[in-house]
């Protein structure tokens, strides 16, 4: 009775570290779409380069080689780094920051309408 208790409890943490896991693949790719675009330009630029050197020393596709590269870096470091967050046990409901994945607002003022003196006062 014991053992399959355990086993039960075991399945659960595993989905639940399965679902951590991959909040913070979406939230990281998500931040480097967004806030890393000035670095993907950078690294388009590096890439292009690359290719026009690569293509005169190696006989096979530079192209596919260096976007290769860049792209499989990029997932690389998106997957390590949830990796890295999902093993220290940091849970993305417990950052501040992440309150838009959520659906948790801090808005810093409320809207004031036009209308409103007239229309605040009624009971709908």
């Known amino acids: 009775m014991e ?3 355990r086993e039960g409890l075991g ?7 399965l679902r951590s896991f991959l909040v913070w693949t979406f939230t990281l790719t998500v931040c480097w779409l967004v806030v890393g675009f000035p670095l993907v330009v950078l690294m388009a630029t590096v890439g292009v380069l690359a290719t026009v050197v690569l293509q005169s020393v190696l006989p096979m596709s ?3 080689l260096v976007s290769g590269s860049l792209f499989g870096g990029n997932i690389l470091a998106v997957l ?6 999902t093993a220290k046990g940091i849970n993305p409901q417990e950052v501040r ?4 994945l959520h659906g948790q607002s801090s808005p810093k003022h409320t809207s004031v309408y036009a209308a409103c003196p ?3 006062g009624l009971i709908q």
């Open 3 to 5: 053992l399959s208790s």
């Open 97 to 100: 920051w992440l309150s838009w």
């Open 118 to 120: 007239l229309t605040c």
């Open 11 to 17: 399945n659960i943490h595993s989905l639940v570290v």
């Open 80 to 85: 390590v780094g949830a990796g890295i967050l």
């Open 62 to 64: 530079a192209v596919l």
